[in-house]
C-alpha cells in the first residue's frame, strides 16, 4: 500500500525503496533493530544535498523513563527481534542530513508522537513528562512492563532498566541512548530537516484496521494518509494532511480516537508532503 503510494503519487523509484518485514518466511529482509538501523544509516550515508528521504513504520511503539531523568519520558519503536530505535537515534540521523535534505519519518505506531528527540511541535501536543496514561489497544502498543518483562526473560538479569538489557542482548546494536553517556548523544540542530508525521500524540493509543477499500489491513493512520492522497491530487502540504487525518481519526467512537501529529520546524509545515527533490531515497519497516 504504501511502496505503490511512494511509486505511483510521489514518483519514486522502485530500486531506490528498501522494504523491511517482520512476516515469518517472507524473502524480505527482516525488520529487525541491527537491519533498520543499517538502512536508516546507508539512507543517510549516500543522501545527497537536495534529496527527499522517507522512513515508514507500522508496528509497535514504547515509551519509558530516561536512565538519568526519570522524570523524563523517551520514546521508541520496537523493532521484531525487541531491539529498538530510540528518539535519540532518530535524532542523530535528522543531524547527519546533507544541506537542504529532509527526512520525514511516519510512525504509524503508538506513542510516536516525539519520535525525533526534541523536534518542535506544529501540530499536536508537546512532549509530556510523565508516562502515558492512556490504555492502548493491541497491536500498536508495548507497555513498559511488558517489555521490560521480555527483555528479562532474555537476559536473565533483574535490573529495572531496559537499556541494560538491549546492551547485554545487542551490544553495540543497542540505541546511542544507551550506549554513549548523556554528554554525547546528539543535540537539535537550530533548524533542522527532520519531518515527523505521527500516528497519535505522545500518550496516545493507536490502533490497526481490517480490509477496506482503501486497501489492505493496516495501521488506520497509515490508511487514512492513503484515502486522504487518493482524494487530493494536488500537492498537499504536511500541514494539511496532518490535520485532515486528525478529523478522520480524531472524530471516530470515542475508544477509537487517535489524533495524529506533525513535529519539524516553521519552514517545513507549509513545505509539501514529500515534495519534489533532487533524489528519492525511502525506508519502509
Known amino acids: 500500500m ?35 538501523k543499517i538502512q536508516l544509516g546507508n539512507m543517510i550515508a549516500k543522501a545527497l544535498p537536495g534529496d527527499r528521504l522517507f522512513f515508514f513504520f507500522s508496528g509497535h511503539g514504547t515509551t519509558f523513563p530516561d536512565e538519568h531523568n526519570e522524570k523524563l519520558i523517551r520514546h521508541a519503536i520496537v523493532a521484531c527481534d525487541n531491539n529498538n530505535i530510540t528518539c535519540m537515534d532518530f535524532r542523530d540521523y535528522v543531524n547527519g542530513l546533507p544541506k537542504d535534505a529532509t527526512l520525514t519519518v511516519m510512525a504509524d505506531s503508538c506513542c510516536s508522537g516525539g519520535l525525533i528527540d526534541q523536534e518542535p511541535v506544529q501540530v499536536g501536543l508537546p512532549y509530556h513528562p510523565h508516562p502515558p496514561n492512556k490504555s492502548c489497544r493491541p497491536p500498536k502498543m508495548l507497555p513498559y512492563n511488558a517489555y521490560l518483562a521480555q527483555l528479562s526473560s532474555q537476559t536473565g538479569l533483574n535490573s529495572p532498566n531496559i537499556g541494560v538489557h538491549l546492551v547485554q542482548l545487542f551490544k553495540s546494536e543497542a540505541s546511542i541512548l544507551f550506549t554513549q553517556p548523556p554528554n554525547k548523544h546528539p543535540q537539535p540542530l537550530k533548524a533542522d530537516q527532520g519531518i515527523l508525521l505521527s500516528a497519535g ?16 489491513a493496516g495501521g488506520a493512520f497509515t490508511k487514512a494518509v492513503v484515502a486522504i492522497l487518493k482524494g487530493h491530487p494536488t500537492p498537499i502540504t504536511n500541514e494539511q494532511l496532518v490535520n485532515k487525518a486528525r478529523g478522520i481519526l480524531g472524530n471516530r467512537k470515542k475508544d477509537e ?24 531515497r525511502v525506508e519502509i519497516g
Open 2 to 36: 504504501m511502496k505503490k503510494m511512494l511509486i505511483g503519487r510521489f514518483g519514486f523509484d522502485p530500486k531506490a525503496i528498501m522494504v523491511l518485514t517482520d512476516k515469518p518466511g517472507s524473502k524480505k529482509l527482516r525488520a529487525t533493530g541491527q537491519n533498520i
Open 257 to 280: 480516537r487517535q489524533y495524529p501529529c506533525l513535529y519539524c520546524s516553521r519552514k517545513n509545515v507549509d513545505a509539501v508532503f514529500l515534495g519534489k527533490a533532487t533524489h528519492g
Open 201 to 216: 500524540e505522545p500518550d496516545e493509543a493507536t490502533s490497526d484496521e481490517p480490509a477496506d477499500k482503501n486497501g489492505p
